[in-house]
Nanobody, 116 residues
Framework: EVQLVESGGGLVQPGGSLRLSCAAS????????MAWVRQAPGKGPEWLSG????????YYADTVKGRFTISKDNSKNTLYLQINGLKPEDTAVYYC?????????WGQGTQVTVSS
């Protein structure tokens, strides 16, 4: 029932920007916490950012703080991740997650590749 569909990734040059989206369905989007996670080739998943459902408080991993901005639009059931100043080490598959599924059901992810 719960579905998370990520989009917005692509191939960009270092220093570029992307806006990732996560379209959620099958649950009451506005009442659950959301997060972004990524997984680089050959590495385990890395938590990036989260946003509380109640007060909208945001959280960021130290590695992305200042470059990544998480937001959401409850009326559209959509989570966003604005990424600026992309670096080659940002190359990964980006996923969204929710407390609705105890952080499971990540969706198919969207590929971000940063290369010259």
């Amino acid at each position: 029932e719960v579905q998370l569909v990520e989009s917005g990734g692509g191939l960009v040059q270092p220093g570029g920007s992307l806006r990732l989206s996560c379209a959620a369905s099958g649950f009451s989007f506005g009442t659950y916490d959301m997060a972004w996670v990524r997984q680089a080739p050959g590495k385990g998943p890395e938590w990036l950012s989260g946003i509380n459902s109640g007060d909208g408080r945001t959280y960021y991993a130290d590695t992305v703080k200042g470059r990544f901005t998480i937001s959401k639009d409850n009326s559209k059931n959509t989570l966003y991740l604005q990424i600026n100043g992309l670096k080659p080490e940002d190359t990964a598959v980006y996923y969204c997650a929710t407390t609705r599924t105890a952080w499971g059901e990540w969706g198919q992810g969207t590929q971000v590749t940063v290369s010259s």
